[in-house]
């Protein structure tokens, strides 16, 4: 899936609403130190799902939302949405139909949030199962920073592994496979228990 456009309202340093348009080819980011360039690229991972605050150069996930400057007053929310092209047809069955998929999360200073997929609330469950094998999402390789290919070239073969299976498409299996794998255990457990409540009224 391709990022189509990001819009940005209340994000760290975007106090009012900016929309960037990713054309085809490259697109570059320019501007002075300190201008937000980064601040865009935690805003992507953001609405991807990031949940650790440090990976947003944070302490608290409120850190977000725009604290204020000389000339403009905190905001109580922190809003980003990203639209996607989905010509390639690489969303999950369930987005398969449409042309453009839209992913926007919300968070609101009483630490309110929401997460939404077409303007329609979901679960942040959703939007994570919506990226996994697509090589997009807040941890896969599509976010190459400063470091990071000296870190998977110096990772222990199983990280490496992980980026590889996500490359492969096989994230998804093993991500359903470990919830089939909890709920197996737990089905045990209360068969467990079941067994010692029919032992104890015999
Ligand atoms: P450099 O080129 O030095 O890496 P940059 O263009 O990547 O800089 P960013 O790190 O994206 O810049 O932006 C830093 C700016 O964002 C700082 O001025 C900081 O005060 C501002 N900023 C970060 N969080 C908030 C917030 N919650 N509210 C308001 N401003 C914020």
Redesign the pocket.
């Known amino acids: 899936m391709k990022i189509k456009r990001v819009e940005i309202q209340g994000f760290?340093?975007f106090v009012d609403r900016v929309a960037l348009d990713f054309e085809s080819g490259i697109t570059a980011i320019l501007?002075p130190?300190?201008?937000?360039?980064?601040?865009i690229v935690d805003a992507i991972r953001w609405a991807m799902g990031e949940q650790n605050a440090k990976n947003l150069r944070g302490r608290a996930m409120e850190?977000?939302?725009?604290?204020?400057?000389e000339s403009r007053k905190p905001l109580g929310m922190a809003e980003v949405s990203m639209i996607f092209a989905n010509e390639d047809g690489q969303a999950p069955a369930a987005y398969r139909q449409y042309a453009e998929i839209m992913v926007t999360r919300r968070l609101f200073r009483n630490g309110d949030s929401e997460y939404l997929i077409n303007k329609t609330p979901c679960r942040l469950l959703d939007i994570s199962e919506l990226f996994m094998d697509t090589g997009v999402g807040a941890r896969a390789y599509s976010i190459i920073e400063q470091g990071k290919i000296g870190m998977i070239l110096n990772a222990k073969p199983e990280d490496r592994r992980f980026l590889i299976e996500e490359a492969a498409g096989v994230t998804k299996y093993k991500s359903r496979k470990k919830a089939a794998l909890r709920k197996i255990e737990a089905t045990r457990q209360n068969l467990l228990r079941l067994g010692d409540i029919v032992a104890e009224v015999r």
Do not use: E, Q, R, W
């Open positions: 760290k340093s501007g130190n300190g201008c937000g360039k980064s601040n850190d977000v939302i725009f604290g204020g400057s």
